[in-house]
T-cell receptor, first 110, second 116 residues
Framework: GNSVTQMEGPVTLSEEAFLTINCTYT??????LFWYVQYPGEGLQLLLK?????DKGSNKGFEATYRKETTSFHLEKGSVQVSDSAVYFC?????????FGAGTRLFVKA | NAGVMQNPRHLVRRRGQEARLRCSPM?????VYWYRQLPEEGLKFMVY????????ESGMPKERFSAEFPKEGPSILRIQQVVRGDSAAYFC??????????????FGEGSWLTVV
């Protein structure tokens, strides 16, 4: 069946450091891929998405590229800020069902 | 354009009581999804509904849990005879289409249930 695997957290970085959060997936067919972000006590907000192979999603300095050959959708940001501290979820959507990874908690220190 | 609205945001119930969580989808969205998030865990799919129809409830516990999305009014997730293990955040999401994989689902702020 379809599944999403994310790197385990927490990830702790200093401000302005480079961020990578790995995400790989298993899917039949060609799903759409998403990154969501969850701040404490809040719901999930869409961060970015890609709907087909080689698409790059980007938003607020974050980006991720849909890599069909490696079945990956790694999240990157060149320079993180304290305000980026949150939990990040990788997800895939095939048909009507959206499946989420376990989430990766990011702490950014000033 | 109002987002997905959930209420209550926080709910405390004693063991054995009933919990009712409500969700109004975004305007123009006719598909509703419920997810559960246990502390420090990811989101687990529970149920997918369209107006007056349950399309997929494969993630719903077999007992005590039910969901509906009536023709008029919000979607309701109902948990009867709650137990401590039901304590979690329950998130509702909505989308305008079901079979188009490119369509994003949009989440509400969640309802945090605490069973004491």
């Amino acid at each position: 069946g379809n599944s999403v695997t994310q790197m385990e957290g927490p990830v702790t970085l200093s401000e302005e450091a480079f961020l990578t959060i790995n995400c790989t997936y298993t899917a039949t067919g060609y799903p759409s891929l998403f990154w969501y972000v969850q701040y404490p006590g809040e719901g999930l907000q869409l961060l970015l998405k890609a709907t087909k192979a080689d698409d790059k999603g980007s938003n607020k300095g974050f980006e991720a590229t849909y890599r069909k050959e490696t079945t990956s959708f790694h999240l990157e940001k060149g320079s993180v800020q304290v305000s980026d501290s949150a939990v990040y979820f990788c997800a895939l959507r095939w048909g009507f069902k959206t499946i989420f990874g376990a989430g990766t908690r990011l702490f950014v220190k000033a | 354009n109002a987002g997905v609205m959930q209420n209550p945001r926080h709910l405390v119930r004693r063991r054995g009581q009933e919990a009712r969580l409500r969700c109004s989808p975004m305007k123009g969205h006719s598909h509703v999804y419920w997810y559960r998030q246990l502390p420090e865990e990811g989101l687990k799919f529970m149920v997918y509904l369209q107006k007056e129809n349950i399309i997929d409830e494969s993630g719903m516990p077999k007992e005590r849990f039910s969901a509906e999305f009536p023709k008029e009014g919000p979607s309701i997730l109902r948990i009867q005879q709650v137990v401590r293990g039901d304590s979690a955040a329950y998130f509702c999401a909505s989308s305008p289409l079901d079979t188009d994989s490119g369509n994003t689902i949009y989440f509400g702020e969640g309802s945090w249930l605490t069973v004491v």
